[in-house]
């Protein structure tokens, strides 16, 4: 943004040079003129304009979005669906199952950071993560009213705690009712390694591919705060982050619009104006 107004006031500065033309009268007097071109430079105030109406729409798209996001995380959990088509609708959205866990075919998604419910409106997120690195631990789950087994992000737990043996307690073997919000797969980033299947190492969520590990359906919710099992993972972990610094770009835009306009109008115009009463 500081070379976008380096770069106008270079062009302003120019253009109070080429807003006149000197002509030169019979008698061999300088006299100047208006240039036709000054007027040319009216339109970087308009765009800059144009460009803070932009954001003024894009701001209240995303703040809608945000607020879309967050009825949606915490809603009241309703049954889970498992036509694909569907699903997909209700990302995001709380559902409710019934089973058991496998915990014998848990996948480790890590490096991984605690996330919080920590709302933060200035960073634009609705969730911030905090604290040591850990895992998340994905363990398929059989759903005894579906009749499937789907895969549970049963939240996060430090790096002491990776290997299972160190939470027995909440290896938990009985029937148990969640509560988890449903997750599309991820793509790779770029710069961010493949996944060691072979290793039981995940860098990312592939549905699919976690599916075949597990012999469980395409399908993950991550399970929410209230349902983790004392001395197991900590729920919660779904993260959405979404900027919105959409006010900062609409005060950026309108204000080189304002200043723009200003030397448009001392640089050029007026300069003309005067320049026009001088001539006889």
């Known amino acids: 943004m500081e070379l976008l107004k380096c770069s106008l006031r270079r062009i302003f500065m120019q253009a109070k040079k080429t ?4 002509r030169y009268s019979s008698n061999g007097r300088k006299s100047e003129e208006p240039s036709p071109y000054g007027n040319l430079l009216l339109s970087i105030p308009v765009i800059t304009f144009c460009l803070g109406t932009w954001q003024v729409k894009r701001r209240k798209w995303k703040l809608n979005l945000i607020e879309e996001l967050h009825n949606k995380t915490t809603a009241f959990p309703v049954p889970l669906c498992l036509d694909q088509d569907k699903l997909a609708e209700l990302e995001y959205c709380r559902v409710s199952v019934k089973g058991r866990f496998e915990h014998s ?10 996330v919080t419910n920590k709302v933060e409106n ?6 911030s993560s905090q604290g040591e690195s850990g895992a998340q631990v994905i363990t398929p789950f059989h759903c005894t009213e579906l009749g499937t087994t789907i895969l549970v992000n049963r939240g996060w737990v430090p790096r002491n705690r990776i290997k299972p043996e ?3 307690g909440g290896q938990i073997a009985d029937e148990v009712t969640i509560v988890g919000i449903v997750r599309s797969s991820e793509k790779r980033a770029p710069f961010l390694p493949d996944n060691d299947v072979k290793n039981n190492r995940w860098h990312f969520r592939d549905h699919q591919a976690m599916a075949v590990y597990s012999e469980a ?3 993950l919710i991550d399970n929410d705060l209230d ?6 993972p900590i729920g919660g972990q779904t993260r959405v982050t979404l900027r919105n610094e959409h006010l900062n770009y609409i005060i950026t835009w309108y ?3 304002i200043a723009t306009l200003l030397l448009w109008y001392y640089g050029i115009f007026k ?3 005067v320049l026009s009463m001088k001539t006889p």
């Open 255 to 257: 204000s080189l619009s």
């Open 19 to 22: 807003s006149t033309i000197c």
């Open 271 to 273: 300069k003309r104006k």
């Open 217 to 219: 359906s395409p399908i």
């Open 227 to 232: 349902s983790s099992i004392p001395g197991g």
């Open 122 to 127: 200035q960073g634009g997120s609705l969730f």
């Open 166 to 168: 160190t939470r027995i």
């Open 105 to 114: 075919k848990e996948m480790l998604l890590m490096p991984r950071h605690l």
